[in-house]
C-alpha cells in the first residue's frame, strides 16, 4: 500500500516522480523519498517524513538533476514513520530500492547480513533487499541478474524499484503480490504503482504479471523477464479512463468530486449490459451464460466496502434469482475451512483489484471445488481480473478519494446486473426482472435528484460536529447501507459510528441511545418500513435524535427531534443505491466542519496491498 515511481528519460526526472507521487498519495502517505543519479554515477537522495508536500519542501530547497531515478510514498507496516524509515533505502552509497509490500522472511534475512558486516539505518524490511542487491552485484556486477538472484530469497509480496551507481541508465523493477505498471514513453520508460502516477507522461502501459522482472534502460528500452528468468513480452495497453480523475477540478476534495460523478458512472456501468429483453448475460464473458445455469450457489467474498456491496447482493441474489448465497470478508475466509457445496460459483469484488486479502481468497478458492470465479473489479489489467474466469468491469474510473463512494455505488449497479443475469437464465419473475430494468434505466436520473439535496444534507451535518458517536439503523437490504453510512462516518470524521439492524435495537445498543446519540436511519418505502418506524418510535422514547431519510411516499410523523429528509421514488431493489447517497454526503460534509484531512484520513491508505 506504498506508491513507487521509477524513470530512465532524457530529462532531469524530479518532477516527473514528484507528480507521479503527488497522483500516488493514495496509497500512502506517511513519509516519501526520491533517488536520482546524476550524469556522473552518483547517487543523491531526498526523504521526508510526512505528505509528498513535506518531500516537495526538501527538494525545493535541494533539488535532485538526473535521468534516473525511483520515488515512493510510504504507507508504514514495518517501523514508524519518520524520515529514516522512509525509502529508498541504500546499501552505501550505490544501491538504492523503494519497495511497496512486505518481506516477511526479513529478520533472518536480516540477521545474516548483520553476521556478514552490513548495518541498518531503518526500522524496515526494505533496507535488507537494499543489502542483498549490493551484496549479489560484487559477484555478478549486473543489476537484473542480482535482482533476480535476490528474489529467489525473499518470502512475502513486493512490488520493487532498483537503481544502482555503476548502472546510470537503468531501472529494475519487480512484482509479486503488489501491483507495477510499466509506462511506456517515447524514447523513455517509467515504472508505477497505478497508471494515474504517470499519465502526465504517457498513456500507454504494460502491466507486468505476477514474478515479471523488468529491466528500463536507455532510449525507453523495456526488457521483461518471467518469474523463470525467461525474455517474455507483454502487451501494451491503452489507458482508457482520460486524466481527468487526477484533478479535482472546481471541487474542494475528491471524494465531493467523485459523489458527484455517481450519476455519470452509473450510466456507464450499464453501457451495453441492458438490451430490449432484459440484461444481456453475454456481456459477462463467453461462458457466463453457462456458468450461470449450473450455478446452485454463490460465494461472495470482499473487504471493506466492497464487503457491504456484496452484503447488499445477498438479499438480491436470493430474493430475484432465487439462489442461496453467502458473504464473507476475504481476511476470515482465506482462513477458514470451506466447505464448498457442488455448483457454488466464487465471487469477488473490489474497486482496486489488488487488495491482498481479496486476492489471497481468490487463490485459495482456485485450489478448491468451485464451479468458477468472477470478479466484480474497477481497474483493467488488475490481479483480481487477470486471475479470475469471468470479469464484470464497473466504471467508475480511478477512484482517488480513500472513502470509497462512486466505487460502492458502480458496484451495487454491477451486482444487481449480475442478480438479474442470473435470474433471467434461471427464468425467475420475468416481469419482476423487467420492472427492475426500468428502474435501473432511470436511476442515474434519480441519482442527480438525490446530489440536487445536497444543502439540505450539509445543513444536518452541524448536528454530528460536536458528537462522539452516531448509531445507524437500516433494515434488510438497506442494513448493509447502514453499515456503509458508519464506516463512511468513522473513517473520515473519526466519529464512533455503529450500524445495526433496526430490529436488534432492542436487544442491547438501545441502552446507548440518549440526547449525546444522533441516530440515523434509511426508511425507503419498502415491506419493512412499518417495522422499522416503530424501531424509530424506540428511539424517540430514549430521547435520541433521529435523523431519517425517507422515500417522498411515506408517511412519517413529523415531531421534535426528528429530521427528515424525502428522497425521490424508487423501486424497492434499487433504493439501497439511492439511499447510499445522502451518507456519504452527510459524512463528507460532517469531516469538512471538523477539519479532519477528507480524502487522505489518517491511519489509511487507498489500496491495501498487504496482509
Ligand atoms: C472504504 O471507504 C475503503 N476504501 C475500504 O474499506 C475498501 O473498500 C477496502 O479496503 C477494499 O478495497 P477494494 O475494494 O479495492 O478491494
Given at each position: 500500500?506504498?506508491?513507487?515511481?521509477g524513470a530512465?528519460?532524457?530529462?532531469?526526472?524530479q518532477?516527473?516522480?514528484?507528480?507521479?507521487?503527488?497522483?500516488?498519495?493514495y496509497r500512502?502517505?506517511?513519509?516519501?523519498g526520491?533517488?536520482?543519479l546524476?550524469g556522473?554515477?552518483?547517487?543523491h537522495?531526498q526523504?521526508?517524513?510526512g505528505?509528498?508536500?513535506?518531500?516537495a519542501?526538501c527538494?525545493?530547497?535541494?533539488?535532485?538533476a538526473?535521468?534516473t531515478g525511483?520515488a515512493?510514498?510510504?504507507?508504514a507496516t514495518?517501523?514508524?514513520?519518520?524520515e529514516?524509515?522512509?525509502?529508498p533505502?541504500?546499501?552505501?552509497?550505490?544501491?538504492?530500492?523503494v519497495?511497496?509490500?512486505i518481506?516477511?522472511?526479513?529478520?533472518?534475512l536480516?540477521?545474516e547480513l548483520?553476521?556478514q558486516?552490513y548495518?541498518?539505518?531503518s526500522?524496515?524490511?526494505?533496507?535488507v533487499?537494499a543489502?542483498?542487491?549490493?551484496?549479489?552485484?560484487?559477484?555478478?556486477q549486473?543489476?537484473?541478474?542480482?535482482?533476480?538472484?535476490?528474489?529467489?530469497?525473499?518470502?512475502?509480496a513486493?512490488?520493487?524499484?532498483v537503481?544502482?551507481?555503476s548502472?546510470p541508465?537503468v531501472?529494475i523493477?519487480a512484482?509479486?503480490?503488489?501491483p507495477?505498471?510499466?509506462?511506456?514513453?517515447?524514447e523513455e520508460a517509467?515504472?508505477a504503482?497505478d497508471p494515474?502516477?504517470l499519465?502526465?507522461v504517457t498513456?500507454?502501459?504494460?502491466?507486468?504479471r505476477?514474478?515479471d522482472?523488468?529491466?528500463?534502460?536507455?532510449?525507453?528500452?523495456?526488457?521483461?523477464?518471467?518469474?523463470?528468468?525467461q525474455?517474455?513480452?507483454r502487451?501494451?495497453q491503452t489507458?482508457?479512463h482520460?486524466?481527468g480523475?487526477s484533478?479535482?477540478?472546481?471541487?474542494?476534495?475528491?471524494?465531493?468530486k467523485e459523489?458527484?460523478?455517481?450519476?455519470?458512472?452509473?450510466e456507464?456501468?450499464l453501457?451495453?449490459r441492458i438490451?430490449?429483453?432484459?440484461?444481456?448475460v453475454?456481456?459477462?464473458g463467453?461462458e457466463a451464460e453457462?456458468?450461470?445455469s449450473?450455478?446452485?450457489?454463490?460465494?461472495?467474498v470482499?473487504?471493506?466496502?466492497s464487503?457491504?456491496?456484496?452484503?447488499?447482493?445477498?438479499?438480491?441474489?436470493?430474493?430475484?434469482?432465487?439462489?442461496p448465497?453467502?458473504?464473507?470478508v476475504?481476511?476470515e475466509y482465506?482462513?477458514?475451512?470451506?466447505v464448498?457445496?457442488?455448483?457454488t460459483l466464487?465471487?469477488?469484488?473490489?474497486?482496486?483489484?489488488?487488495?491482498?486479502?481479496?486476492?489471497a481468497?481468490l487463490?485459495?478458492a482456485q485450489?478448491r471445488?468451485y464451479l468458477?470465479?468472477l470478479a466484480?473489479?474497477?481497474?483493467?489489467?488488475?490481479?483480481?481480473?487477470?486471475?479470475s474466469?469471468l470479469?464484470l468491469?464497473?466504471?467508475?474510473?480511478p477512484?482517488?478519494?480513500?472513502?470509497s463512494?462512486?466505487?460502492?455505488?458502480?458496484?451495487?449497479?454491477?451486482?444487481m446486473l449480475?442478480t438479474?443475469?442470473?435470474?433471467?437464465?434461471?427464468?425467475q419473475?420475468?416481469?419482476r426482472?423487467?420492472?427492475?430494468v426500468?428502474?435501473?434505466?432511470?436511476?442515474p436520473?434519480?441519482?442527480?435528484?438525490v446530489?440536487?439535496l445536497?444543502p439540505?444534507i450539509?445543513a444536518?451535518?452541524?448536528a454530528?460536529?460536536?458528537?462522539?458517536?452516531?448509531l445507524f439503523?437500516?433494515?434488510?437490504?438497506?442494513?448493509?447501507i447502514?453499515?456503509?453510512?458508519a464506516?463512511?462516518?468513522k473513517e473520515?470524521?473519526y466519529?464512533h459510528?455503529e450500524?445495526?439492524?433496526?430490529?436488534?435495537?432492542?436487544?442491547?445498543?438501545?441502552?446507548?441511545?440518549?440526547?449525546?446519540m444522533?441516530?440515523?436511519?434509511?426508511?425507503?418505502?419498502?415491506?419493512?418500513?412499518d417495522k422499522?418506524?416503530?424501531n424509530?418510535?424506540?428511539?424517540?422514547?430514549?430521547?435520541g435524535e433521529?435523523?431519517?431519510?425517507a422515500?417522498?411516499?411515506?408517511?412519517?410523523?413529523r415531531a421534535?427531534?426528528v429530521?427528515?429528509l424525502r428522497l425521490?421514488?424508487?423501486?424497492?431493489?434499487?433504493a439501497?443505491?439511492?439511499?447510499?447517497?445522502p451518507?456519504?454526503?452527510l459524512s463528507?460534509h460532517?469531516a469538512?466542519l471538523k477539519?479532519?484531512d477528507v480524502?487522505?484520513p489518517?491511519?489509511?491508505?487507498?489500496?491495501?496491498t498487504?496482509?
Amino acid at each position: 500500500m506504498c506508491g513507487i515511481v521509477g524513470a530512465v528519460a532524457q530529462r532531469n526526472v524530479q518532477e516527473i516522480l514528484l507528480e507521479g507521487l503527488k497522483r500516488l498519495e493514495y496509497r500512502g502517505y506517511d513519509s516519501a523519498g526520491m533517488a536520482v543519479l546524476d550524469g556522473r554515477s552518483r547517487l543523491h537522495r531526498q526523504r521526508a517524513a510526512g505528505k509528498v508536500a513535506a518531500l516537495a519542501d526538501c527538494l525545493e530547497s535541494v533539488p535532485l538533476a538526473g535521468g534516473t531515478g525511483i520515488a515512493h510514498t510510504r504507507w508504514a507496516t514495518h517501523g514508524r514513520p519518520t524520515e529514516r524509515n522512509a525509502h529508498p533505502h541504500q546499501s552505501g552509497e550505490d544501491v538504492a530500492i523503494v519497495h511497496n509490500g512486505i518481506i516477511e522472511n526479513y529478520e533472518s534475512l536480516k540477521q545474516e547480513l548483520a553476521e556478514q558486516g552490513y548495518t541498518f539505518a531503518s526500522e524496515t524490511d526494505t533496507e535488507v533487499v537494499a543489502h542483498l542487491v549490493a551484496r549479489e552485484y560484487e559477484s555478478t556486477q549486473d543489476l537484473l541478474t542480482s535482482l533476480q538472484h535476490v528474489l529467489a530469497r525473499l518470502h512475502g509480496a513486493y512490488a520493487l524499484g532498483v537503481v544502482h551507481a555503476s548502472e546510470p541508465k537503468v531501472v529494475i523493477g519487480a512484482r509479486k503480490g503488489s501491483p507495477l505498471v510499466v509506462g511506456v514513453g517515447i524514447e523513455e520508460a517509467f515504472l508505477a504503482s497505478d497508471p494515474l502516477a504517470l499519465l502526465q507522461v504517457t498513456d500507454r502501459f504494460i502491466y507486468l504479471r505476477e514474478g515479471d522482472v523488468v529491466r528500463l534502460s536507455e532510449g525507453g528500452r523495456i526488457e521483461i523477464f518471467d518469474a523463470q528468468g525467461q525474455a517474455v513480452s507483454r502487451p501494451v495497453q491503452t489507458y482508457e479512463h482520460g486524466d481527468g480523475a487526477s484533478s479535482k477540478g472546481d471541487y474542494r476534495h475528491f471524494m465531493l468530486k467523485e459523489i458527484h460523478e455517481q450519476p455519470k458512472v452509473i450510466e456507464a456501468t450499464l453501457e451495453g449490459r441492458i438490451g430490449d429483453n432484459g440484461v444481456l448475460v453475454k456481456s459477462f464473458g463467453i461462458e457466463a451464460e453457462s456458468l450461470f445455469s449450473r450455478a446452485k450457489q454463490i460465494h461472495i467474498v470482499a473487504c471493506g466496502t466492497s464487503y457491504h456491496a456484496g452484503m447488499v447482493a445477498r438479499y438480491w441474489l436470493e430474493r430475484y434469482a432465487g439462489i442461496p448465497t453467502q458473504v464473507e470478508v476475504a481476511s476470515e475466509y482465506r482462513y477458514r475451512r470451506v466447505v464448498v457445496p457442488e455448483g457454488t460459483l466464487f465471487v469477488t469484488l473490489s474497486q482496486s483489484g489488488e487488495t491482498a486479502d481479496t486476492l489471497a481468497a481468490l487463490r485459495f478458492a482456485q485450489e478448491r471445488d468451485y464451479l468458477g470465479s468472477l470478479a466484480i473489479c474497477n481497474v483493467p489489467g488488475s490481479s483480481l481480473v487477470r486471475e479470475s474466469d469471468l470479469t464484470l468491469m464497473t466504471q467508475a474510473g480511478p477512484e482517488i478519494g480513500v472513502a470509497s463512494t462512486k466505487a460502492f455505488t458502480t458496484q451495487l449497479t454491477a451486482l444487481m446486473l449480475f442478480t438479474l443475469a442470473l435470474a433471467k437464465v434461471r427464468g425467475q419473475e420475468p416481469e419482476r426482472q423487467a420492472q427492475i430494468v426500468e428502474g435501473l434505466r432511470s436511476l442515474p436520473e434519480r441519482v442527480k435528484e438525490v446530489l440536487r439535496l445536497d444543502p439540505q444534507i450539509e445543513a444536518l451535518s452541524a448536528a454530528f460536529a460536536e458528537k462522539h458517536h452516531a448509531l445507524f439503523l437500516g433494515r434488510g437490504s438497506h442494513f448493509p447501507i447502514a453499515l456503509e453510512g458508519a464506516l463512511k462516518l468513522k473513517e473520515i470524521s473519526y466519529i464512533h459510528a455503529e450500524a445495526y439492524p433496526a430490529g436488534e435495537l432492542k436487544h442491547g445498543p438501545l441502552a446507548l441511545v440518549d440526547s449525546e446519540m444522533p441516530v440515523i436511519s434509511v426508511a425507503p418505502n419498502d415491506e419493512l418500513l412499518d417495522k422499522l418506524k416503530s424501531n424509530l418510535q424506540e428511539v424517540r422514547a430514549r430521547g435520541g435524535e433521529l435523523f431519517v431519510f425517507a422515500d417522498e411516499n411515506v408517511a412519517i410523523e413529523r415531531a421534535e427531534g426528528v429530521h427528515m429528509l424525502r428522497l425521490p421514488h424508487i423501486d424497492d431493489a434499487l433504493a439501497p443505491i439511492l439511499y447510499t447517497l445522502p451518507l456519504q454526503l452527510l459524512s463528507y460534509h460532517v469531516a469538512v466542519l471538523k477539519g479532519t484531512d477528507v480524502d487522505q484520513p489518517r491511519n489509511l491508505a487507498k489500496s491495501v496491498t498487504v496482509e
